[in-house]
C-alpha cells in the first residue's frame, strides 16, 4: 500500500522552491516459527522504531520524505532511492539503498549532490521473542520497546 502527498515549499528566493513528496509504505511479511528468527533495519537517514509484541508476523510501516529541486526529479529518485524488504531464511531484512551509500553501509557523499534528499522513518512492530538488529546513519534516532529477545542497535550520527 502506498499513499502519497506532495507539497511546494517556498525558499529564499521567489525563483526557487523545493517540491516535498511525503509516502506511506507498509508491508506485512511472515516470520517462521522457532529459534533464530531474526529482523534486520538498516536505514540511511531517518527514524527507526520498534515495538516487540505477541504478533507472530512483521508489519513494516516507513515513512518517505523526499524534497527535490524541480518535480521531474521524482522519477530519478524512486529508481534510485529504495527501500528493500526481503527474507532470507528465518531472517526479515528492512535497507535502505540509496547511491551515497558505501560498502560499509555509511553515507558515502552528501546528498544534496544528487539533486535530492531523502528519508524513511521506519516503524517496525515484530514478535518480541525474535532477535533485532536496528541501526540508522544519519539524522534519525532509534527507539525499541517491549523486546524480549536480544538487541543489538546502533545510531551513527
Known amino acids: ?13 521567489l525563483l526557487e522552491a523545493d517540491v516535498i513528496r511525503i509516502d506511506t509504505i507498509r508491508t506485512v511479511m511472515q516470520l517462521q516459527a522457532g529459534n533464530g528468527r531474526r529482523v534486520d ?11 516487540g509484541s505477541s504478533r ?13 529541486r524541480w518535480e521531474e526529479a521524482f522519477s530519478e529518485v524512486d529508481r534510485e532511492v529504495t527501500l528493500e ?9 528492512v535497507f535502505v539503498d540509496a547511491p ?20 524513511y522513518n521506519i516503524k517496525v512492530e515484530m514478535p ?10 544519519e539524522d534519525g534516532d532509534v527507539r525499541v520497546k517491549g523486546m524480549t529477545a536480544p538487541v543489538s542497535l546502533e545510531n551513527v550520527n
Do not use: C, P
Open 128 to 137: 518480541a521473542d525474535a532477535e533485532l538488529a536496528a541501526r540508522t546513519v
Open 56 to 68: 507472530t508476523d512483521v508489519v513494516i510501516t516507513a515513512i518517505r520524505t523526499t524534497r527535490v
Open 85 to 93: 524488504t526481503r527474507k532470507t531464511g528465518s531472517t526479515i531484512i
Open 41 to 51: 533495519i538498516d536505514n540511511l537517514v531517518g527514524d527507526v522504531e520498534v515495538v
Open 100 to 119: 551515497w551509500r558505501v560498502r560499509n553501509g555509511m553515507i558515502g557523499r552528501r546528498v544534496w549532490k544528487y539533486g535530492f534528499e531523502v528519508s
Open 1 to 13: 500500500m502506498r499513499i502519497a502527498a506532495i507539497l511546494l515549499l517556498a525558499s529564499s528566493s
